[in-house]
């Protein structure tokens, strides 16, 4: 939308009549009136091209988690790696301190030079 996705997120679950009115006194051009007689909102909440029939998705058979940790915005999951890195880095650093009761946590030495 070139208003940004606030003003959509603005009607989202609104009932058709309001949503309409709202598109309507706006006052969109004759090519948004004509850009929206070809897309359809279904029950399930999916806007679909009137002229192509789509086939409803899916259902996943991964798990809700697994489906939300490994995304398309990143493949490679670099992004996951970096975060498990660090939070080993940190584990070994704690355990510096608490296990082996070094204050420096591996950091260095205690003493001024």
Known sequence: ????????????????DKTTAAFDRIGHSAEAHQM???????NN?????VNEEVAPPTPSKQPRWRQKLLTHEDPVNIHKLLGVTCLA?????LARVL???DPTAGLGSTTPA
């Open 89 to 93: 880095h940190f584990i070994v650093r």
């Open 45 to 49: 909440h999916t806007i679909v091209n």
């Open 1 to 16: 939308h070139p208003g940004g996705s606030a003003v959509l997120k603005r009607f989202h679950n609104q009932s058709n």
């Open 99 to 101: 296990i082996w009761g």
């Open 36 to 42: 929206l007689s070809k897309w359809e909102v279904r």
